[in-house]
């Protein structure tokens, strides 16, 4: 059983650029939420995705998008990206049945804005 | 969600136990606790979670005070590769409004030496 993924692990891009991020949720997980760690803190929520929409937001700018597909799959979409986007990007997932679910971590994707 | 208390640091010998403690006065019935660890650019790792019960896995043991303002994770035989930040936190259950989003606090940096 394959745990969360995520694709690419390491990237580079330029300030202005536009970056996609994706990620597979655990077998069986319908949720999918989006982290970013900046270097030295703590993960800060951005945004989950349910029933491919976006259910829950954190304060991030509407650079931040994000879409989850019909097979829970989802995308982490930032525009004009600016230095201060560098970080760690975390994709969570979990489920909505039951209660107490875990929600586990992905890898995560290193972005380095130049 | 309610916010967690923890220590900044704490050491621990190898082979001996580490407990780890985390305060949540203001939890709620519908929450639950939760601890994950983060190891150097690595993605959270779930530990275990409890809601009023004492918990145990392969991991680690999650004892719960009675009244639930604080808890302790115990690893009971540490490795240095546990040497990680851990965050405690409290997470609405699956059926809450706030579920699946994550607030991490600056963790406790766990250091197990030889």
């Known amino acids: 059983d394959a745990g969360v993924t995520q694709s690419p692990t390491h990237l580079i891009k330029t300030r202005g650029q536009q970056v996609t991020l994706r990620c597979s949720p655990k077998?069986?997980?319908?949720?999918v939420s989006w982290y970013q760690q900046a270097l030295g803190q703590g993960p800060q929520f951005i945004f989950q995705y349910y029933e491919e929409e976006e259910r829950q937001r954190g304060n991030f700018p509407d650079r931040f998008s994000g879409h989850q597909f019909p097979n829970y799959s989802s995308e982490l979409n930032v525009n004009a990206l600016l230095l201060g986007d560098s970080a760690l990007y975390l994709c969570?997932?979990?489920?909505?049945?039951?209660?107490?679910?875990?929600?586990?971590f992905g890898e995560g994707s290193w972005l380095t804005v130049v | 969600d309610a916010k967690t208390t923890q220590p900044t640091s704490m050491d621990c010998a190898e082979g001996r136990a580490a407990n780890l403690p985390c305060n949540h006065s203001?939890?709620?019935?519908?929450?639950?606790v939760y601890w994950y660890r983060q190891i150097h650019s690595q993605g959270p790792q779930y530990i275990i979670h409890?809601?009023?019960n004492n918990e145990t896995n392969e991991m680690a043991s999650l004892i719960i005070t009675e009244d639930r303002k604080s808890s302790t994770l115990i690893l009971p035989h540490a490795t240095l590769r546990d040497t990680a930040v851990y965050y405690c936190i409290v997470i609405q259950h699956a059926g809450g409004t706030s579920y699946g989003k994550l607030t991490f606090g600056q963790g406790t940096i766990l250091t197990v030496h030889p």
């Open positions: 203001t939890i709620s019935g519908n929450e639950y």
């Open positions: 077998s069986g997980h319908d949720t």
């Open positions: 969570a997932s979990s489920s909505t049945g039951g209660f107490g679910n875990t929600i586990y």
């Open positions: 409890g809601l009023k």
